[in-house]
């Protein structure tokens, strides 16, 4: 069965460096998300994707964000000075075209700032 | 915006029966329901349309109330393998991002 996949699974880095995380989405999807998870709590959307660009993004998703599909498969997630509050799991999630279709989730990224 | 789940947790005996709400103060267009183990990611159940549309998935099940924005999950004869997160997940618009409310842990004891 089809998966989304992301790495790395864990990614530890320095306060104010820039990280990039990277999915796979499921090849026929066109819909493309970045969401995150701050250990304990809830999934919080961070940015939408949708033929090659920005749907809509979420107040937590500020300049210091950007996403990028440099080719064919690969949707990518930019944080360019990371903060200790970036500390997070961050799940890539796809979905095929139409009104209302599955959300599929990656297994996610595990962001550590020290 | 956000969605209420209701209850924050529960803790049942393997074959209990359980019940998740997840209300909105704002009109719904459709409700995605997900389970999320420890360390893993949300893996996904089910989706509810407007229209009051019950959906089954062999003993997990779900039903959407319009008239009073409120989606109820459903869980018989739970097994071990159900404790987890479960999350509800709303779209407001159609299409788009959802926005989780914050969770209902689920615990099964033998």
């Not at chain 1, 903060?83 to 961050?90: G, T």
């Not at chain 2, 209850?7 to 019940?19: F, H, M």
């Not at chain 2, 987890?84 to 969770?103: E, M, S």
Request: glycine share 8%.
């Amino acid at each position: 069965e089809p998966e989304v996949t992301q790495t790395p699974s864990h990614q530890v880095t320095q306060m104010g460096q820039e990280v990039i995380l990277r999915c796979v989405p499921i090849s026929n999807h066109l819909y493309f998300y970045w969401y995150r998870q701050i250990l304990g709590q809830k999934v919080e959307f961070l940015v939408s994707f949708y033929n090659n660009e920005i749907s809509e993004k979420s107040e937590i998703f500020d300049d210091q964000f950007s996403v990028e599909r440099p080719d064919g498969s690969n949707f990518t997630l930019k944080i360019r000075s990371t903060k200790l509050e970036d500390s997070a799991m961050y799940f890539c999630a796809s979905r095929e075209q139409g009104a209302v279709h599955t959300q599929y989730f990656g297994p996610g990224t595990r962001l550590t700032v020290l | 915006q956000q969605p209420v789940q209701s209850p924050q947790a529960v803790i049942l005996r393997e074959g209990e029966d359980a019940v998740i709400n997840c209300s909105s103060s704002k009109a719904l267009y459709s409700v995605h329901w997900y389970r999320q183990k420890h360390g893993e990611a949300p893996v996904f159940l089910m989706i509810l349309l407007k229209g009051g549309e019950q959906k089954g998935h062999e003993k997990i099940s779900a039903s959407f109330n319009e008239k009073k924005q409120q989606s109820s999950l459903y869980l018989t004869a739970s097994q071990l393998s159900y404790s987890g997160t479960y999350f509800c997940g709303t779209d407001y618009q159609g299409a788009q991002k959802l926005v989780f409310g914050q969770g209902t842990r689920l615990t099964i004891n033998p």
